[in-house]
């Protein structure tokens, strides 16, 4: 997807921070990814769970994307577990 603009929310600052995961990183996964869950009824904007590997592992990213800016905003990332997906991480088990 390509967004003009990228919006971090606080949230998805520090989960990041802990999760050691770097902006480019998810800008990456947006850019390049998967789109592997769409929620188009959410509000304000539709959502998306995107997948991409990065540097080898593979790395979720959900945001939501407001068309008419061109905006996208992060609401969280994270490196899924294995336990918890199937399909090369495609599929939620």
């Known amino acids: 997807m390509d967004c003009q603009h990228l919006v971090f929310s606080s949230h998805a600052i520090q ?12 800008k ?14 959410d509000s304000p904007f539709p959502s998306y769970l995107m997948l991409d590997f990065v540097k080898g592992k593979p790395l979720h990213v959900v945001f939501s994307y407001d068309k008419t800016t061109n905006t996208g905003y992060v609401v969280t990332a994270y490196i899924p577990d294995s336990n918890l997906w199937t399909d090369n991480f495609r599929k939620r088990r």
Request: no cysteine.
């Open 15 to 26: 989960q990041m921070f802990f999760r050691r995961i770097s902006k480019d990183e998810v």
């Open 28 to 41: 990456q996964v947006i850019t390049y990814g998967e789109v592997i869950k769409e929620k188009s009824d």
